[in-house]
């Protein structure tokens, strides 16, 4: 394949989060056992002026969002992370980490209101002044697939008992893994 | 916010699709109505050659990933669009369809097998050649919501008793819509 073609984007939108740094969001927006409020962080993504408002038309009919986004606060990727439910290091591209080739990232939202520009979510685990490359509507038919199997997350979890990836760590310092 | 960013991405690998052009592909993976095969489509999936394949590691477990990709075909977004499956013109933001105002895709495929810088895939609706820019595990406590309510295409769908989008028309001359 032809690796020099590159693809450039430009931020539709700006969410607006509770979560300043890295340590305080959780590793998914399902998850909110260990956050500052222990409830799904909700947060407001403001429609950059360059994309007409007529675009969020008929969005308002679906409970949940996806937005796919800027990780952009990542330094590089790497080939191999260390996540932080535990366990040996995992191939990036087999963890939601954000040290990606390309430091894309992709959550499932609630969508709680369209008020003119702005969106009003729950359940967010990005971080404030996330640039948002797009937002496309939760289509269960196509996007909901309860029963597949998740490698190694699901042998860690039967291990654990557990069913999520822990909560935000306390403060300290900056550390390279993640989920 | 400053519109000024851009970020810019290189493809990590390139999918060989059977879907040569847009009126050959279904409009989401999982629905296969009207597609030659009548079947879901198999796909390959190639690394490239900047990406260690370490990346891939541990991959193999999941039953399902999803892609994030340029919809390179795209040629330029609107704010509201006419779907295929009927009805007024929508959002773009509120449909699935490639005119957004960044050209990205994303789509749920099943994983048959990792060999060696090559993941063999199927349920695939995107075209051949599509670059990818992103691989993710598809992990259910994050991503499942079967229950979500699917504003415009639920009430479509009540109306015409169909549960998916219809597959693609008979090959005639390019046509502006899309789910």
């Known amino acids: 394949m032809d690796d020099e073609t590159l693809f450039t984007f430009r931020p ?4 607006h989060s509770p979560y300043r740094q890295r340590i305080d969001a959780p590793h998914q927006g399902t998850v909110t056992e260990g956050t500052a409020s222990g ?4 947060a407001t993504l403001e429609l ?3 994309v007409d408002t007529r675009a969020l038309q008929d969005l308002d009919g ?3 969002l996806w937005l796919i986004y800027a990780l952009h606060r990542s330094e590089g990727w790497r080939c191999t992370v260390k ?3 535990g366990g040996p290091k995992r191939g990036v591209l087999a963890t939601r980490a954000p040290h990606r080739p390309n430091p894309i990232g992709l959550s499932a939202v609630e969508l709680l209101a369209v008020e003119g520009r702005k969106l009003n979510l729950r359940g967010v685990d990005l971080l404030n002044a ?3 490359l797009d937002i496309k509507p939760y289509v269960p038919y196509a996007d ?3 029963e597949a199997r998740a490698g190694w997350i699901d042998a860690l979890d039967q291990t654990t008992g557990k069913l999520f990836a822990p909560g935000p760590r306390k403060p300290r310092e900056e550390e390279p893994t993640s989920d």
């Open 12 to 15: 539709i939108g700006i969410l």
């Open 39 to 42: 409830a799904a962080a909700e």
């Open 48 to 50: 950059a002026d360059w």
């Open 62 to 64: 679906f409970s949940h």
């Open 83 to 85: 996540p932080p439910r």
């Open 130 to 132: 996330t640039p948002i």
């Open 144 to 146: 909901a697939f309860p």
